[in-house]
């Protein structure tokens, strides 16, 4: 049987409960995009491994000759989905790391005064 992957998407999709205006935000796309991807027989493996890491979905059991369970394991540290109220994780991390530098660049300047 030949597979349609942009309909087995939608399917999985719709069964996880997201909305398609949802998936849209989350992938920083217009909804017509979204509609192109389900209309597409054969979906590149990295628009579908987006998708399955959007709405945390393991696609390696409806595409296992694209992936396996590995590829949507998410790592501990996978700071640039991790969102708390002020933003991103690493965005706090980032400035936290700045100032630290800024600081040692300080000290640095008045020790050499």
């Not at 054969?42 to 059991?61: E, Q, T, W």
Request: include cysteine.
């Amino acid at each position: 049987m030949d597979k349609h992957y942009g309909q087995i998407v939608e399917l999985t999709i719709r069964k996880k409960g997201f909305s398609i205006s949802e998936l849209a935000r989350l992938a920083d796309i217009n909804r017509k995009c979204v509609y192109n991807w389900f209309n597409q027989k054969y979906l590149k493996p990295d628009i579908i491994h987006r998708i399955g890491h959007f709405i945390n979905h393991d696609f390696s059991v409806e595409f296992p000759e694209l992936f396996t369970a590995d590829d949507f394991i998410k790592p501990l540290d996978d700071l640039a989905s991790d969102n708390v109220e002020g933003g991103p994780v690493w965005k706090d991390r980032y400035i936290d790391l700045l100032e630290k530098y800024n600081n040692l660049l300080l000290e640095q300047y008045h020790k050499s005064l």
